[in-house]
């Protein structure tokens, strides 16, 4: 490692003679070089206090839980991480899996929720429950098991605290006295209460029950996984392997089955919602109308070309479909359905060619549209019901910079801006009243937080995060690239944004060597005026030029745009990498022979179809946790894209890897995976291996014990990837000639 670090920052220092050198260890050492950031921001139900994590400033790894009041006063920590996380604490494998699905990375406080009247702050830390009375201003364990407690959440009259514990639901009087076990006979293969696979990784539904207004019934799922295929995997960590029989719903094959019942508090009868005759659907959403009467569910067939919304009676379980929504491709769920007082919802649909907003009556009887041209609404992200506002995020002005936005759902006129131009916002917007705490960053600005009122005006800092002395990235601010951002057109005639970061002392009579960093997939866009990693600097420093294109398929695009890849995933997508490293090789600053192209997951595996076309014009890649069959991936987002193998026979041989790899040059891959993957299993890069292998083709291979997808990549073994990285980046490419 150190002999390996000592060669990238060699080779940094040619291009940094007279600077302060930025090393890999300081990158991913503490504090955090993009300085303090507040993270999972929420105000109160009222708007009158705001709590966030926040990274110790001693370890990154860990996140606090702090509250601002925003009447004033220094922000305090309600709940240490370090303090109730040892660090010797084992998950059981449901929370494991869990945080995986959500992308929880640190220990300590990772995630928490507030009730609906603004007095308690529940947080599950290391498996237990942890409740802050706002009142008394002091917090107190709820539970000390040998389980985990997980999905925990506050009635809506602060009655009860739920939660999940061995695949049962229970509830805890917040007045005091034992808990009640709501259902007794969960098991891990039929679960109560339980968001399933694939709804956590593909349909972003992290919770299996939902709270009626007025607490006395909830609805609750009932998940048998028992039709499941069994995928036998080895979990190799660092003592050794374990063999992990995971429930995996592969391509084609079937899923889990979802049923939902509605549950009644005080006498803990259930009745059976009716979801149809067909088993073999998504439960996508659940929400309860303001007046609790009615349950609302968002049924996704499994080929996900229809979304029904159906309305259910609570008492009966009777349900009718009031509202649908069709695609020849895929219909794109959201979190938008927003019941409202008088009965009606918000809703919203890319019918027009554009995902815009909707008012529908109770009945499903649409009333008006509220927003449309030829922009995407991102997400609604609240509403102002004594304003009658829906108050949204959206790119109304270009794909790379986001702001925030109201429009009237009584008087709709063109939405007006709460935010400035410039960057990238994200908000949190209070339940009553439209206050809102807003995150904001730019490629020279790190993330910044401050709460504002519902006209946009600005009241406080919540985690001003200012880039001057003292902070941690200042001394090396001298050398932070501002990108070029531009287009170019696909070959159909669309248009493709690209963004360019140019290494420090940039001279446009040499010729330097690029890295393109891609991913590619639909899940995220790349190419956005956002602060970036303060990892970047090091590939900048060391004299590379950084490179993002977003490929038709991408998000935060028209519907065209979005769906030029179904069922062809591997096609367009590809297609548009190259055009964008044409345009890179016709530029006189770089150097078309010292072209490399990196990624993970969807960009692992973009990173491997690109150094697999013919006369490629990349001369290393380094591929991260890539899938490499699609047959091997999961259901939901296989299926969404490219059908089945059975329908779609030639879509699914044309993008995948293993065929192609007899085009790969020789010493240009290397390829990376954790061992304990249960997301892209280990066995995409197995294939591979055994392919380039059996074809006597050489590659270099970085495996990681006991780390998952996305879960286990700290600080240390995110600087080791960085430093493999770059090490094989500087022997291929060669920067420092």
Known sequence: MKLLAAAVVASMSLNLAHAEVLTPERVF???DLSGPQARGVALAPDGSAVTYLKAKADDVDITDLWISDVQGGAPHMLIDGRAL?????ELSEAEKSRRERMGLRSRGVVEYHWDEQGKYVLAPVQGDLWLYERASGKTRRLTETAGDEVDGKISPKGGFVSYVRDDNLYLMPLAGGPERALTTDGSELKSWGTAEFIAQEELHRFTGYWWSPDETKLALTHVDQSGVDVIDRVDVGVEGGTVVHQRYPRVGRPNARVDLYIADIASGSRVRVDLGANPDIYLARADWSKDGKILYVQRLTRDQKRLDLLAVDPSTGASKVILSETSPHWVSLNEDMKPLKDGGFLWSSERSGNKHLYLYAGDGALVRQLTEGDWPVAD?????????MAIFSASKDTPIERRLYEVSWL???????LTPTGGWWSVNVAKTGGAFAGSYSDPRTPPRTGLYKADGSFVRWI????????????PYLDHLSTPEFGTIKASDGQTLHWSMRKPPGFDPAKRYPVIVQVYGGPASALVEKVWNPPADQLLLDAGYILFRLDNRGTPNRSVAFKTAIDRRTGGPDVEDQLAGAAHLKSLPYVDAARLGVTGYSNGGYMTLMLLTVPHSPFAAGVAGAPVTDWTLYDSAYTERYMGTPADNSDGYRLSQVIARLGSLKPGTLLLVHGMADDNVIF???????????????????MTYPGLRHRTGWTAKPLMHRTLATMDFFARKLKPGL
């Open 85 to 89: 996380s040892p660090a010797n604490h």
């Open 29 to 31: 050492a503490s504090p």
């Open 380 to 388: 609604l992200e609240g509403v102002d019901e004594a304003r009658h």
């Open 683 to 701: 066995e995409n890069s197995t294939r591979v291996l055994a392919a380039l292998q059996a074809q006597g083709i050489p590659f270099e291979m």
């Open 411 to 417: 008087a709709p006129a063109e939405p007006r801006a």
């Open 463 to 474: 985690e001003e995060n200012p880039l001057k002395p003292g902070h941690p990235f200042y």
